[in-house]
């Protein structure tokens, strides 16, 4: 932010002038020109337009009082107040300032009159107003005749300061332009959707007689017309960038079938309804001339990977490579032995890419994809760096895509082959993504949806247990571990500190060692050394390990069918998608399997809902619409990695029908008001809208 000149600022602003300083105040806010001061909307409103007589106030709302200070004294007990008496003839009431300066006492000095906003409550005093608004007013000083808008603000910002810029911005007649309609008549009558300037001035000046409820709720009809904008624009950004990448060309990759039949056969298991349909519409893309960008998305152990595999085979029978790009090392390599196991049986060379890997076994490896003899490389970030040079890249497919950044989906893309067609993209995700949010945030994308489990998934039964009761639960997994089964032990994530999550881990395994001497206990972290974290893996899906403590590494990938146990610890500090992902990695065998969620009293309220949800749900698309109700789609989205510009005002759960509005009204607006689109999206997102997704 600091590396913006001020001369841009200044040029941005048209008709308010603007000091240096202010302009740094309000670049914090996002807001740099005079259409942003525009779209700086008000969070809520106060009635100054009315005066209650101090008998009559109601208790518990927001009220405007006006009367003389009769009295005011600085209390020292039972704690330093400034308390001030207020009467307007028809009763007296007291306002206290916990917090003030001698300035304070000064100015609200007996017979003063003084305007008072606040909340009236009965106190020690009488009916009372804490810290509330007020100003040393004149003998019949006139009402507001709008109500006040509160803005987002920062801090040295005044409340007043923005109600006078954004006041110069609307009642400039220069500001014409600012205001012009960008949607065409039809639109407007069609969805009874207000004017874009009277829906600003009203939400910036609304009059007496507007409903505060409704503004307050945001459903006022110019809140209505604002939202249905802001979607338009998204909706417009992202079918703008699907056909600019259509307009890419790609490698045709038609379905051949003669590998994809090898490994059917080779496999001991039946593909479900759900994975045929999605292989079917993956692999009409990649037969294609134009660029695939398709989102596969499947809860935990629906069988995405093997979708992924039979993808990359339509591929390679054509002659091109293939790169799977996960974002761990255990998930990269465990992607790396399946597959292995599953395609160089048939012929097909696998290598495995990543950070920590010895020289000599990298350089190998960089070798046979750069000469094309490895025709699928699996791997970490390390895939896309300057090095790794593929010979005929086809199809990259990433797995748990929203943990990489837009630029480094972009880097592996650019790995193209050398005829300069754009690979095919495949992106997997074992995160539901609700439809409203898929519908917003993904609408440049084209979606499959792996909807339901393979046969012979047991349900997970989820149990709460306290902390006090960890004694109970060792007991439990000891008899578990005597009768042949496996189990996890998760140590809390602990994201202040990696140091501290790696001696929390380290010494659970010390204390469950001693507890549990008849066990074999094993423990990874992200601490280990790939090959030590290998070696642990293999040794606990191999039998060799009764119980694995772990941190979340194990999170995503990790497979054994015999684990039919799980305890996380301090569930209350993790977040719905991950322990719905760690409670997936049991439950893949035939046998009942338990997740305790061991949580630590006293709970807060966000985590009590979460555990709430975790008990009540397995679903994971209806556990990912609860999270997206609890958290917002910034959060949910997982940081704004998507690179599309986030919604400030519609609300993609609440606001559905207008979604489903925008989304019908951008396709006709691109083919039929190509101009009108255009001058929309330069209102909305203006240079933002250069930032593509890939």
Known sequence: MSGIKNNNLESAFNTVLVSQSVQEKLFRLDITNDFDLVLNLPLRYEDETHIYPIHDVPEGKTAQIEGIITHSEVLSRPRRQLVCQVNDGSGTLHIRFLN????????????????????????????????????????????ANVLTPVYPTTAGLSQIMLRKLIGQVLNRNENKELFAETLPDSVLKRYQLAGFKESVMLLHQPPPDASAGLLQARTHPAWHRIKFDELLAQQLSMRLHYRLRRSHRAPALPAKSKLTTALLALLKFELTNAQRKTLAEVSH???????????????????????????????????????????????AEQHYQKLSGWLEPIGITVVWLSGSQKKKQRETALAEIATGKAMLAVGTHALFQDQVVFEQLGLSIIDEQHRFGVHQRLALCLKGNKSGFVPHQL????????????????????????????????????????????????????????TGKQAYWVCPLIEESETLQLKTVEETFDTLSELLPDLKIGLIHGRLHAQEKSAVMMSFKQGEIHLLVATTVIEVGVDVPNASLMVIEHAERMGLSQLHQLRGRIGRGSDASVCILMYQMPLSAIARTRLKIIFKYNDGFEIARQDLKLRGPGEFLGARQSGVPMLRFADVENDGELLDAAKNVAEEILSEYPESAQRHLQRWLGKKNEYLRV
Do not use: W
């Not at 300035?103 to 009965?122: C, F, M, Q, T, Y």
């Not at 994308?445 to 997970?460: A, C, K």
């Open 100 to 143: 003030f300066y001698g300035s304070l006492v000064k100015g609200l000095a007996v017979d003063k009159r003084v305007r008072i906003l606040g909340e009236a409550r009965a106190g020690f005093f009488g009916t009372e107003m804490v810290h509330p608004k007020y100003r040393i007013v004149r003998m019949g000083e006139p009402l």
């Open 427 to 482: 992106m997997m995700s074992a995160t539901p993504i609700p439809r409203t949010l898929s519908m917003s945030y993904y609408a440049d994308l084209d979606i499959s949806v792996i909807d339901e489990l393979p046969p012979g998934r047991t349900p997970v039964i989820t149990k709460l247990i306290a902390e006090r009761r960890r004694s109970e639960i060792i007991l439990r997994i000891r008899d578990a571990c005597c």
């Open 285 to 331: 893309d990649l037969a294609s001339h134009h660029p695939m960008q398709r989102l596969l998305q499947g809860d935990v152990g629906s069988g995405k990977t093997i979708v992924a595999a039979l993808a990359a085979l339509q591929a390679i029978e054509n002659g091109h490579q293939v790169a799977i790009m996960a974002p761990t090392e255990i998930l």
